[in-house]
């Protein structure tokens, strides 16, 4: 079992409120991603971040925001919800040199 | 951008049968592609990797070919289990680790 954990699990939350969706890590891994993933739909990347401090936009625009200020945390986010921001928010981490990312549980996040 | 596809959405297949997913890729300069698995409700799960400079790799149960000539990728599970049933992605993995991208899945299901 992966040591990467998302919170929450699920979140409804009115349009303009502010949100967090919080992804963390005990494996020590200094490469974190955050995907977005609508249902049965493939993965795309929105943000990720080399280590502490770096952080990068992935290849989907997001209105999203990151930060790492600690190695196992990547919090994500939202400063105004929208209903276009439903979907499934993935955090996965991974070791340097390899191909194996770690993926979490996932957020659902559906924005009324 | 690049692109990682799958060539069929749903795959049925029978308790104790072979199964074979496939997945078409465009970009000829990827180092690594890698198959995961993703079951209801979870995050993705590593299955197996295979560097570009290869044609074949096997692990348990599963075996990854790699057609570089037509840029086909596919993942054969021998034996497939009522537990196999999930949906594969393949992705893809180029210059040093830091981005993945994701295909679209292919749904596999697995009759007893």
């Known amino acids: 079992e992966a040591d990467i954990y998302q919170t929450p699990r699920y979140l409804v939350i009115g349009t303009g409120k502010k949100i967090t969706l919080e992804c963390s890590q005990t494996?020590?891994?200094?490469?974190m991603y955050w995907y977005q993933q609508d249902p049965g739909m493939e993965l795309h990347l929105i943000h990720y971040s080399y280590g502490v401090n770096s952080t990068e936009k992935g290849d989907l625009s997001s209105e999203s925001t990151v930060s790492r200020i600690r190695t196992e945390h990547f919090p994500l986010t939202l400063e105004s919800a929208r209903p276009s921001h439903t979907s499934q928010y993935l955090c996965a981490s991974r070791e340097q040199g390899t191909t194996e990312a770690f993926f979490g549980q996932g957020t659902r996040l559906t924005v009324v | 951008g690049e692109s990682v596809g799958l060539h069929l959405p749903t795959l049925s297949v029978q308790e104790g049968d072979n199964s074979i997913i496939n997945c078409a890729y465009s970009n000829s300069a990827s180092d690594y592609f890698i198959w995961y698995k993703q079951e209801s409700g979870k995050g993705p799960q590593f299955i197996i990797d295979?560097?570009?400079?290869?044609d074949k790799r096997q692990g348990q149960r599963v075996t990854v070919l790699l057609n570089k000539t037509v840029k086909h990728l596919s993942l054969q599970i021998a034996a497939t289990q009522p537990g196999d049933s999930a949906v594969y992605f393949c992705?893809?993995?180029?210059?040093?680790?830091?981005?993945?991208?994701f295909g679209s899945g292919t749904k596999l299901n697995v009759k007893p």
């Open positions: 992705a893809e993995n180029k210059g040093s680790f830091n981005k993945f991208y």
């Open positions: 494996m020590g891994h200094d490469k």
């Open positions: 295979i560097r570009s400079n290869m």
